[in-house]
């Protein structure tokens, strides 16, 4: 296993490690945190922690969900130290290719910020624990393995969320016609 090989001193078992899961710590941060300079910063410490901290990965768990816990503690304490600072993000304006329809990308543009506002208004716990069963498909007990609680209150977490973006998104949905 490449983890053991790392955590054991092999260092190209830590590069590849590193390697492998960059992309993953990348669309975590990215859907744990709204702003994408922060998003890709704290990707950057995560995978700074993981090459630090390597030798704490104990295999009771599996390496991935030992990272996820890893990445998820990094993004919250970004965004506490972010929340101390209080500034407000500029939004990132992706370009648009020459094959996308304008008014789609604004459409487009339109529900991503949606979400991002939605995800915001659920607690930091409930965000993790949606982005780690709907986005990493991780089930119940992995994800109460990462963040250190019962099954049962990952699951309550789930719910509750998933209820507070239904009501925050209902809206918006009834006035499309959906």
Request: charged share 30%; aromatic share 2%; proline share 3%.
């Given at each position: ?8 001193g092999d260092g190209r ?85 020459a094959a996308e329809v ?77």
């Amino acid at each position: 296993m490449l983890a053991v090989r790392a955590k054991d001193g092999d260092g190209r078992a830590l590069e590849a490690l590193v390697e492998r899961h960059a992309p993953g710590v990348r669309r975590l941060t990215a859907y744990l945190l709204s702003d994408t300079q922060d998003a890709e910063d704290a990707a950057q410490e995560a995978l700074a922690k993981l090459c630090t901290r390597i030798g704490q990965f104990r295999g009771e768990a599996r390496f991935q969900t030992w990272l996820h816990s890893l990445v998820a503690n990094t993004c919250r304490d970004l965004a506490v130290r972010q929340r101390r600072r209080r500034h407000q993000p500029l939004e990132a304006v992706p370009e648009a290719s020459a094959a996308e329809v304008p008014e789609d990308v604004a459409v487009q543009r339109e529900q991503r910020a949606e979400l991002r506002a939605c995800m915001a208004t659920l607690s930091d716990v409930q965000r993790r624990v949606l982005v780690m069963k709907d986005v990493l498909s991780l089930s119940y007990e992995q994800i109460a393995e990462a963040m250190e609680m019962p099954v049962g209150t990952v699951k309550c977490h789930a719910h509750r969320g998933r209820l507070r973006m239904r009501d925050a998104l209902a809206p918006g949905l009834v006035a499309a016609g959906q």
